[in-house]
């Protein structure tokens, strides 16, 4: 059971996609809480999933590379000499399972908070938003790299449609430029995938794309410097659109002003974490020695990203845009965090998705429940709304506070620890090696930290309070609406807020469950950095692996002889493998 | 310290944590559709738990004279670090905290009590009361979590914490577009003092492994880093200054100080509370607990003391020309403020601590006094508009008169007695610092009598169409209270009485302040001048200075509009702050703002124009062949033929 377990969670969104062609024309309400059935039982698939996991990580059950509930289809093999190994895998870690979880969480809230915003072709709205869902879900349970590719290329398709028919005056734009920056960056990703494929093909005799061989060949060292080198560009360069980083992040502030709500949630919540997830997963364990070399770059960019966006987001008049400014900006520390190279760090990073997820994600919900009212969201038309809509007030306050990270709330948590890990990078007071980071990059990150506050208290200012001012013949109940917030829009944020605050005060139960995976992640960095005074040349695997065991905490990795074997090979000059 | 001690300091710091809470929580939830009118007792309750918890706690720590007198408890792990190690959500519990403990609920509990009256208007609660009440029983438990908390991280949550407090609190009456401006402002300005402190908090985990107290500062005594190397002294300025910078923004030090002028557009009882007796001592209460740090770094110290004692002076002048009687209070308190680091900068921690506490009840019972007189007045608080209240409001007349007695220093109330101490203390240290606190003295007194003069002196006069009345019993007996404290509060510390307030807080010092002092003690066993003559000279100062107040607006009352007309350049800069608005929003914000908009400009034509011609590559050439597939069947056609010819020929010429 637990082994198709994954599959259900990932597909179960499918079935209630294809049912939703079921009710005839005229039964749109069935349509809508159909949605939200499908996707609440995903939620619960996905609990069970957490629960099946809980179980079988204190039952201490051995995992490939850290994964558990795997599930393996081959798909593409061949034996003999030259084998193919490319298969339907399936795995989750903490990393991965905190995300798929978040995402299992916001679905539900998306769409029952689409339930008075949409009001044409429901039918194809609903469905698009669950396919979405599939495509996230596999993306993130995706151990096998071309089902990853698959799956985090598929995401752009609903999107596309989302944005390009529900989105706003300027969708069409929109929509496109969202693709094509996508897009592009893909085509360098997958033929980095290729590229990886046909090198590990080469040097081990195996075709494959299976995630954890492929970590494996990176902690040992069968990759060049060079060859890591180029790899990182090209992921960097699919994964860095999609978080995105500075400064190829100008398609991000149109895509979230034009999409719709829901759009804008998965956005912001879900898919951009697929480039920070990318970084994680592949980039990261992979190309430990490119990752290292090239932390410093992608830190600058980061930072630049920060304090760049904050400002940006500061002079913005549309509330909407702000709040996709201040992404760029909180994605910049989680990519900072990423790679500062420490468990503390990437713990940061990784909560700091989560945690982005939560409150932005909020964030557009709340301005989506304003602009369904006002129909605008200038800052220079709206004014003094706390007193007409006391709830909505208080949660653009709450989510605000959590966005800023203040302390009690789930931001905090994540940033503090990026900023833990990024001090602390250069020392080894963990009892880890030095990483690539230091103090020094913590100054300008924390002037973000200011910005951020700057920025959002600024927009609450002018939003909430001061005179009332509002657009004439507003706000606009028609479509079913109550002045302030109705009873569905105060259920559809108050989980998410309870939740930043449970994150806050009690991160415990998700850093547990995270920092195995993160410390499995870093092995190869750590691996490789210990042996760092001779690391110009290609490595012997074996003196590695004995000299310096993985680092005692860190469970050690069942395949580790089998890979030290198999590199033993490569590094003999022959290609085959008994 | 036995375990049965240890149970119940850790059952005290829950009670004073969760009581204020849990009244805060049920406020903000049953508040508006069940309590309505009698919400303050639910916080009222709750303050009270907090108080009882905090008396105990003092209490148990005086009883135990042997042994340790500090006591760390650990309640849950909070963040891990990635080490295997975490942060724990932990206090710690040593005689200063029960005094911050006492001074923090105690002034609580008689503001909330305050509040029921003064948020109502003809016996109606105001717009908001639940509100009101859910906040400042927030305010408690955040204050008391940054008091209680046993590492920096927690201090940390509890310093955003009340800041946030602060913020909702400053913002209260929001459709006023100065009171939303002023809490964002508060809160902004105390995010930069943040950025210095939690870059500290990063340092100091840098360079020591932990974040708990009593780890770190055994470390910095010691002389070791935590992985055991000797600690450079520049790294331990660096750390205090670092924590030094978000001391400043709570406690509106220099050049942070802009914010807590502009917080007074809170509602009266909030000023009272956060912005003059609790929040804005917590920078002093961290200087005091950080003190193994600051005493190991000589350059701290000193920039401490000067900083103190210049934000006392430079305070007290622009207090001299306000008009808003609540704006020279918030000015007189950053000047207090500013005494009180100078008493730390000179190593009496102590002294500062106990000027702390002597504050709090004066300048509390003068912001509620000077809320009474708002609420008298339908919420006017300039001088110009109104005066000779004292017939009007008696009560609200004596209590402030108690009040800025205290403030003035007059001799035997009790901010004479801490006060004199600090400036005994400054001068031990650098003669000019003694001198600096002495002016300063000299001035507070004119500015205090001058608030009295102005409001309550002279002939009545009210605003048209307002008729004073004085405050209930609901205002009346907490400013009782506080005006009891404000005359009797100091003698814990009088020599004469043998200092039970400092010998109390002896331990905790002990190491730090006291054994980089000179003299500390001395001045009990000096000669009588010693002991005596500044403790003359500071008082003859404090009645002259009110004398001075009395001849320039009561025997002379043309003499101030003389002395504005002739010195029209110095009382326009003191009339606007030294201009120091103005001169924060010309280089920082401006600019910001502009480089914000250059940023968007960039984004919208630099890198997509940059985009568009990388694309522009692409397109150009999808150009060139569009002209190919014009749709136009014939040119197929040409081009099939020609290109089939060329392929035969080629295939034969092969």
New interface residues.
């Given amino acids: 059971m637990t082994e198709w377990i994954l599959t259900l969670v990932i597909f179960s969104p499918l079935v209630g996609a294809l049912l939703l062609w079921l009710p005839p024309r005229g039964y749109e309400h069935a349509l809508r809480r159909g949605a939200l059935l499908s996707t609440l039982a995903t939620l619960l698939l996905t609990l069970a999933a957490v629960f099946a996991f809980a179980r079988q990580q204190a039952a201490g059950v051995t995992t490939e590379n850290g994964y558990r509930l795997t599930c393996h289809v081959p798909w593409l093999t061949a034996a003999g000499p030259e084998r193919i190994d490319v298969g339907y895998r399936l795995g989750v870690d903490g990393i991965s399972l905190a995300l798929l979880t978040l995402t299992s969480f916001l679905m539900p809230l998306v769409v029952w908070g689409s339930f008075s915003g949409i009001r044409v072709r429901e039918r194809e709205y609903y469905f698009l938003l669950l396919l979405l869902q599939v495509a996230m879900a596999g993306a993130f349970c995706a151990t096998d790299l071309l089902l990853f590719y698959v799956f985090f290329e598929f995401t752009l398709v609903p999107l596309y449609f989302l944005i390009g028919i529900w989105g706003g005056p300027r969708k069409r734009a929109a929509a496109n430029k969202f693709f ?1 920056f996508t897009v592009a960056g893909s085509v360098f990703l997958f033929a980095g995938v290729l590229y990886l494929a046909w090198f590990a093909w080469k040097t081990t005799g195996t075709l494959t794309l299976n995630l954890a061989a492929l970590t494996d060949l990176g902690r040992n060292g069968a990759l060049p410097l060079t060859v890591q080198r180029w790899l990182f560009l090209a992921f960097a360069a699919g994964f860095a659109i999609k978080v995105p980083l500075f ?4 398609w991000l ?1 149109l895509a979230h002003t034009e999409a719709p709500t829901a759009g804008s949630v998965v956005l912001a919540g879900v898919l951009l974490k697929l480039g920070t997830y990318g970084f994680c997963r592949l980039s990261i364990p992979i190309l430990p020695d490119a990752s290292f070399e090239l932390a410093p770059v992608v830190a600058v960019l980061s930072i630049i990203g920060i304090i ?2 904050a ?6 008049d549309d509330v909407k845009k702000l709040v996709a400014y201040s992404s760029v900006s909180h994605l910049g520390f989680c990519m900072l965090g990423l790679f500062s190279l ?3 760090g ?2 940061g990073a990784v909560l700091y998705m989560i945690n982005h997820g939560l409150s932005t994600g909020a964030l557009f919900l709340v301005v989506g429940c304003m602009y369904e009212r006002y129909h605008t969201r200038d800052v220079h038309r709206l004014g ?1 709304l ?2 007409r809509m006391p709830w909505l007030a208080f949660f653009l306050v709450f989510f605000t ?1 959590s966005s800023i990270g ?3 709330l789930n931001g ?2 994540g940033e ?2 990026v ?3 990024t ?2 990078s250069a ?1 080894t ?4 090696p030095a990483g690539p980071l230091g ?1 020094g990059w ?2 300008p990150a ?2 973000g ?2 910005l951020g ?2 920025y959002m ?2 927009m ?2 002018r939003v ?5 001012r509002e657009p004439p013949d507003t706000p606009d109940t028609s479509a079913g609406l109550t002045t302030d917030l109705t009873r569905r829009e105060i259920a559809v944020l108050a989980p998410i807020a309870l939740a930043c605050l449970w994150l806050g005060v ?3 139960p998700v ?2 469950a995270v ?1 195995p995976a ?1 410390v499995q992640n870093i092995a190869g960095i750590e691996l490789r950095q210990a042996q760092r005074p001779e690391a110009c040349h290609l490595p012997d695997a074996t003196s590695v692996a004995t000299m310096f065991p993985p680092h005692p ?1 860190s469970t050690p990795p069942p395949a580790a002889g089998i890979a030290a074997g198999e590199s033993l090979v490569m590094t003999g000059g022959s290609a085959h493998v008994p | 310290m036995n375990e049965h001690t240890l149970d119940i300091l850790r059952t005290c710091s829950l009670v004073i944590l969760l009581a204020p809470l849990a009244g805060a929580v049920l406020a903000g939830a049953l508040g508006r559709p069940l309590l309505r009118g009698a919400t303050h007792w639910i916080v009222i309750l709750g303050v009270a738990g907090a108080v009882a918890g905090a008396f105990v706690v003092l209490f148990t720590l005086h009883g135990t004279e042997t042994g340790p007198t500090t006591a760390a408890l650990a309640l ?9 190690t ?1 942060f724990a959500v932990e206090v710690l519990i040593d005689p200063l905290t029960a005094i911050m403990l006492v001074t923090v609920t105690g002034i609580s509990l008689l503001v909330v009590i305050y509040s029921r009256d003064y948020m109502r208007e003809h016996h109606h609660p105001q717009r908001g009361y639940e509100r009101f009440f859910a906040f400042l029983g927030l305010f408690v438990f955040s204050m008391c979590a940054l008091v209680l908390s046993g590492n920096f ?1 927690l201090l ?2 509890g310093w ?2 009340v800041g ?1 407090c602060s913020y909702l609190l400053i ?1 209260f009456y ?4 100065a ?3 002023a ?2 402002k508060a ?2 300005v105390n ?2 003092g943040d ?1 210095g402190f ?2 500290g908090v ?2 100091i ?2 360079t020591f ?1 932990t974040l708990q107290y009593g780890s770190v500062f055994d470390m910095v005594a010691a002389g070791v880093t ?2 055991g190397d000797p600690l450079p002294t520049a790294r331990v300025t660096a750390i205090a200054l670092l924590l030094l910078c978000g001391a400043c923004g709570k406690s509106a030090q220099l050049p942070l100080h802009v914010w807590l002028p502009d917080a007074m557009e809170g509602p009266s009882p909030v000023s009272a509370l956060i912005h003059a007796a609790t929040m804005v001592t917590a920078g002093v209460y961290m200087v005091a607990r950080c003190g193994a740090i600051f005493t190991a770094s000589p350059l701290a110290m000193t920039i401490v003391a000067v900083l103190g004692a210049a934000t006392a002076l430079f305070a007290a002048t622009i207090a001299l020309t306000q008009t808003d009687l609540k704006r020279i209070l918030a000015y007189s308190t950053i000047s207090q403020l500013g005494y009180m680091f100078l008493g730390l900068g000179v190593f009496a921690a102590d002294t500062a601590i106990f000027h702390l506490y002597t504050h709090a009840f004066f300048k509390a019972l003068l912001f509620l006094a000077a809320g009474s007189v708002m609420h008298a007045l339908g919420g006017i608080i300039d001088v110009r508009q109104f005066g000779g209240l004292r017939r009007l409001l008696p009560w609200t007349f004596i209590l402030f008169v108690v009040g800025a007695a205290a403030l003035a220093g007059v001799p035997l109330l009790s901010g004479f007695f801490s006060k004199d101490e600090i400036i005994h203390h400054a001068f031990e240290q650098h003669w000019l610092l003694g001198l600096l606190g002495l002016v300063t003295a000299v001035l507070t007194a004119f500015y205090s009598g001058r608030m009295v003069f102005l409001a309550f002196f002279g002939p009545p006069r009210v605003p048209e169409g307002v008729h004073p009345h004085e405050s209930g019993h609901w205002m009346l007996l907490p400013m009782g209270v506080l005006a009891a404290g404000a005359v009797a509060a100091g003698y814990v510390g009088v020599h004469a009485f043998d200092q039970p307030f400092h010998r109390f807080l002896h331990p905790v010092f002990a190491s730090t302040f006291a054994a980089h002092a000179h003299g500390q003690f001395a001045v009990a066993h000096g000669g009588l001048w010693a002991q005596y003559g500044l403790l003359i000279v500071s008082g003859a100062l404090a009645l002259l200075g009110i004398a001075a107040a009395w001849f320039a607006y009561v025997a002379q009352p043309w003499l101030p509009a003389t002395l504005k007309a002739v010195f029209v350049g110095a009382h326009q800069t003191l009339w606007h702050k030294y201009y120091v608005d103005e001169l924060y929003g010309a280089v920082i914000v401006r600019p ?2 502009r ?3 250059f ?2 400009d960039t ?2 034509s630099v ?2 124009g940059l ?1 568009w011609l990388i ?1 522009a590559v692409p397109r150009g050439l999808a150009f060139t062949f569009r002209a190919l597939h014009g749709g136009v069947l014939q040119s197929y056609a040409v081009t099939m033929v020609v290109g089939l010819t060329i392929m035969v020929l080629l295939v034969l010429a092969l």
Avoid: M
């Fill in positions: 094509i400064p190829v992040h100008t502030p760049y966006a400002l940006a987001a500061w002079v913005q420490k468990v503390a990437i713990s003094g706390a007193r506070l203040l302390p009690g905090f948590v503090f620890l900023l833990l890990g001090a602390t020392t007071i963990d009892g880890l103090y913590v100054i924390a002037l930290i200011i506050a700057v208290l600024w609450c200012q909430l309070f001061g005179p009332l009690y991160p415990r850093l547990n920092e993160i905490r | 849950y792990q909070w963040i891990a670090t990635g080490a295997g975490w991280l940390y949550l955003e914490a946030l913002g929001y459709q006023r577009p009171a939303a401006a809490a964002k809160f902004l995010r930069v950025f939690g870059l990063l340092l985990y840098l492994g935590g992985a910001l703002r480089i914000g908009r940023c968007v984004d919208d890198v997509d985009l694309t």
